[in-house]
């Protein structure tokens, strides 16, 4: 029904940006909220920041707050994840996700999310 793809992950050194983006497909993107979600290898996924249908509510988690960026763009139906300060326990795959009713604040969303891409690959190392 929606489908959603990752794509901007690499690798970047410590310290370095890197922008995700989440082109997303099939519904009208506007109707829905969006999440980005991270699993390190060996971890469970775990929340990283969430944004409202207009992009009016946005929610980041600790370790990402004052770092990261989380944006929408309606028209080109896109999100997008900037990330600064990458630090080496930021290495995960990052998942965008999208839900109908719901702005994910916390990783407890993990289970409400309708619709998921299949991640892209960010690794930060020297």
């Known amino acids: 029904q929606v489908k959603l793809v990752e794509s901007g992950g690499g690798l970047v050194q410590p310290g370095g940006s890197l922008t995700l983006s989440c082109a997303s497909s099939g519904r009208r993107f506007s109707d829905y909220t969006m999440a980005w979600f991270r699993q390190a290898p060996g971890k469970d996924r775990e929340f990283v920041a969430g944004?409202?249908?207009?992009?009016?509510?946005?929610y980041y988690a600790d370790s990402v707050r004052g770092r990261f960026t989380v944006s929408r763009d309606n028209d080109k139906n896109t999100g997008f994840l900037k990330m600064n300060s990458l630090k080496p326990s930021d290495t995960a795959v990052y998942y965008c996700?999208?839900?109908?009713?719901?702005?994910?604040?916390?990783?407890?969303?993990?289970?409400?999310?309708?619709?998921w891409g299949n991640g892209t690959l960010v690794i930060v190392a020297s």
């Open positions: 996700a999208a839900d109908s009713t719901t702005i994910a604040t916390s990783t407890a969303y993990v289970a409400d999310m309708d619709y």
């Open positions: 944004i409202g249908w207009s992009g009016s509510s946005i």
